[in-house]
């Protein structure tokens, strides 16, 4: 369900999403009808036991992953995934520089805040470091002069969630893998929010011609339940050793559940091709909105992963949109940002537009902006 109600009994169309969690909707009924048949069986099984739960899981995350990414580590959040595949890369590279880029945002435990961009994240916790160099995104330029024989990765979001949605170009994508090919680094690409389905495509990287070595998944791919994956390669499991990584919840049953369930909405529903399609008339009806106002700068992002650049910070704006029945987000310091579920229709996005045409009216009408 895309909508959510107060405890006023006030309804909204929610296209925050929990920064994209619900992407699946609310209480999806195939996430909830896995839960509630391993409810009565085992809630804790740890990885050191099988589990049919979770043999079920990984054949399900066999129909949506890439063939070469066949090793699969089950965490509980994007920030721990993120963690986990940094862990890799350095193991296997016994190398100890990273790669990132400004405006990213890969987490807040103290690893991937290493590699999160913005400072206001990583000053109060001491989380910098040498070891990790910021590159201007998209810059061909720079990834050919920084990324050397002495880095262990390049990690790097498809695109930006909480930096603004910018979108990777396909040459930019390319270069990070050609590059990391020559010299040997592993690449890591961050799909916690841009993955499963959100841009139209299983995994956002499909856009391009391009092949990470690992990927990091979370938010929707459950329907919101905690549980994220880490996906990789075959040479980069091969060095790691018993007791080097290990989670007490990870891979949980009724994890392992609402993954199935999450999985099975994905496919059943249709999910990628319903994007696809219906993306490209909310893109339209925002590019209509654009055009209306002199406080919207751009349209951006990809898939259901937009948003509108504005010429100031979107707070008031998010504010009218809640005062009027509508949910959304902020993205960098001036976008709003858009993270519908996949089941939004066409009266949604009639309203949505409405709404946000009417907000930003308004925004402009009490800054004098004609």
Aim: charged share 25%.
């Amino acid at each position: 369900m895309q909508y959510v109600w107060d405890d006023k009994g006030n309804k909204y169309l929610d296209v925050h999403t929990g920064h994209g969690a619900a992407f699946l909707g609310h209480s999806n009924p195939y996430v909830i009808e896995e839960i509630k048949k391993q409810l009565g069986k085992i809630m804790v099984t740890p990885l050191a036991f099988e589990s049919d739960v979770r043999d079920q899981c990984l054949e399900m995350l066999d129909k949506i992953l890439p063939p070469y990414l066949r090793n699969v580590f089950f965490q509980n959040s994007g920030t721990e995934a993120v963690e986990l595949a940094l862990k890799l890369a350095k193991k296997v590279t016994y190398r100890k520089k990273v790669v990132a880029f400004r405006n990213s945002f890969h987490g807040r435990t103290l690893g991937s805040l290493l590699v999160t961009w913005n400072p206001k994240y990583r000053k109060p916790f001491f989380a910098e470091s040498s070891d990790v160099i910021f590159l201007k995104y998209n810059s061909v330029d720079d990834v050919e002069k920084f990324v050397t024989e002495d880095v262990a990765a390049v990690i790097v979001e498809v695109v930006q969630g909480e930096g603004g949605l910018a979108v990777a170009s396909e040459e930019f994508l390319k270069t990070i893998r050609s590059r990391c090919d020559e010299v040997g680094c592993v690449v890591v690409f961050d799909e916690v929010q841009s993955g499963f389905g959100r841009t139209g495509k299983i995994w956002a990287h499909q856009h391009y011609n391009t092949k990470p070595d690992i990927i990091t998944a979370g938010k929707a791919i459950a329907g919101g339940f905690p549980v994220s994956i880490v996906a990789a390669r075959d040479w980069l499991v091969s060095e790691i050793e018993t007791g080097e990584h290990g989670t007490t919840h990870g891979g949980n049953p009724l994890a392992c559940a609402a993954l199935i369930g999450g999985i099975k909405a994905f496919i059943k529903d249709n999910v990628v091709e319903r994007v696809s399609e219906n993306s490209k008339v909310l893109r339209g009806k925002l590019e209509e909105v654009a055009k209306k106002h002199k406080l919207v700068r751009a349209v951006k992002g990809l898939g259901y992963m937009v948003g509108l650049e504005l010429r100031v910070p979107p707070t008031n704006v998010l504010k009218i949109l809640q005062e009027n029945g509508i949910l959304a987000l902020k993205a960098g310091l001036t976008v709003l940002r858009l993270l519908p579920p996949y089941m939004i229709t066409y009266s949604d996005m009639e309203r949505l537009m409405s709404v946000i045409d009417y907000a930003i009216g308004k925004e402009e009408a009490n800054r004098g902006i004609h």
